[in-house]
């Protein structure tokens, strides 16, 4: 159905890359395999097998997903090990392995941390919001339509002057004007893109985020392979050696991100002056 609330849109400007987030484990994982494999996530979530699909989950633009470390929300310095890294695939994974995005993350949704405002009671209800993807042309009406342009997408900034066509786009509408500063789960504004298929890295990684410290004081070794395996990918770093929540976390990968599509000419994202 969101299909028809976006197919008259015209298309924004150029698409962003695709991230994914991961752990340590998992990265090495994938540096031993050379790809993401979709085996290690499920849709939908907490599904029986029987009614899932192998899916590797990734968001638009920049690395939303809160990688939760330590006890319960909070973590120190003796554990960033356990520090999240963020890998950026090239805007063209889209032609390949993006089956399907979501105007926000069905993780939360499903998990009802939007009840108060989008509450999916049927099975499947979330297929409503579900926008099927062929060359990327869906993504960039989508961004049009609700935030109007790329940089507008990544500071959260909703289309204020947009009109529902429909009763579930109102529902969503309410969503995404939700301000950022309240208690609700701040995954509602990101576009979360699905892959059934496993995604090489050699033709289709463009940058890698790390934790500082852990990269450069606890994993050198790894981090000089990547370099070696893949001179042609940028290497990042965001800052973990100060005591951290997973809001913080995410707030750090974010930013190094957005520093790096400011830092790169191939890419028109430039900062907003978002007092606007």
Partial sequence: MILDWVKCEQECEELLPFCHTTSWETFQEILESECISNQYSQFPPKSEKSTSQDVVYLFYGLPFYIYKTGNGDDTNIDTTDEMPIALIF??????????????????????????????????????????????????????????????????????????PCHPKEEKLIRLLRYSSDTKIDLRFRAIEAHSINNIPLFENLLAIVFPKVSAKVKYPDLLKKVKTKYPYVSTLFYNDIVPFCSQSIRNAVINATMDYYDNNDSMVFNTLNQNK
Avoid: H, M, W
């Avoid at 805007?91 to 995005?101: C, F, G, H, K, L």
């Fill in 90 to 163: 090239k805007p063209d994974v889209v032609n390949d392995y993006i089956e399907r995005v979501y105007p926000f993350d069905t993780g939360a949704l499903l998990a009802d941390k939007y009840k108060n405002i989008l509450k999916i009671n049927e099975n499947d209800g979330y297929r409503i919001y579900q926008l099927p993807v062929t060359d990327g042309i869906e993504i960039k009406k989508l961004v049009k339509r609700y935030y109007l342009i790329n940089e507008r997408y990544c500071f959260g900034r909703f289309n204020n002057s947009l009109e």
